[in-house]
């Protein structure tokens, strides 16, 4: 699986979010796209999942412009998630998950499968929400609700997997739980994720690629090795970060604290 994002445009009305993006994607590997709010990261992402249509642009995938497939073949090669989802849907979090299998039926007489119910399970077990099945959306709290809905995505079986800020509301032992899980998913599978990400650290930590993203345009991309050393982070988001090289992969990236911020 390989997506191709060629000369993209996108606008809200007469507003530009996204000018001139072409980005390659690849299967088994971790893009993370990042940049200050207002960087057109999500806008990119519901793009790639054809939830928006470009202004002007192709996104190929395989080779095959993604408006030439059906929206049931588009539906179960791309999972989009986004941070939240309404919590006022009157249902349980199995009965969440299992809308996830509706591009795999016939969407006007759909009855869950044993297989679909084993898909549920398993991911559920992986991601330790089982004991969550049983709950109303609305009993949940933020970090919860967040690993639902990061399975949600999972349980489709996508080719292309995009999260939108996936750490949101996630504590610390879940923000490694969950990306160490979808980083051994999109090796095993052979996905192609991307991920949207405010979290520098995780992105240095997770990501096999790094996209830089700062109105409305890629501004530099390339490994997170590459990436962090130059200054176009600290170009772009208005800070001065330390990054300390642990391994030759391993970098932690921190913003330096601001001298005399309160004086």
Known sequence: ??????????????????????????????????????????????????????????????????????????????????????????????????????????????????????????????????????????????GELQRVIISHALIKRPSVLLLDEPSAFLDIRYRFEILDYVKKYTVKEGLVTVIALHDLYLASMYCDFVVVMDKGKIVYSGKPEDVFVSNIVEKVYGVEIEVLKLSDRNLVVMPKPRRNFFG
């Open 1 to 142: 699986m390989r997506i191709e994002v060629q000369n993209v445009f996108f606008h809200y009305n007469s507003t530009p979010v996204l000018e001139d993006v072409s980005l390659n994607l690849e299967s088994g590997k971790i893009t993370c796209v990042i940049g200050p709010n207002g960087a057109g990261k999500t806008t990119l992402l519901k793009v790639i999942a054809s939830i928006l249509n470009p202004n002007k642009g192709v996104v190929y995938i395989d080779g095959k412009d993604y408006k030439l497939y059906n929206p049931k073949e588009l539906a179960r090669l791309i999972a989009y998630e986004e941070p939240q989802i309404s919590r006022d849907l009157p249902m349980t979090v199995l009965d969440f998950l299992l809308t996830a299998r509706y591009p795999y039926h016939n969407m006007l007489r759909y009855f869950e499968s044993v297989e679909d119910l084993e898909i549920v399970d398993s991911i559920a077990r992986d991601l330790n929400i089982s004991h969550l099945l049983n709950r109303r959306l609305d009993q949940l709290s933020s």
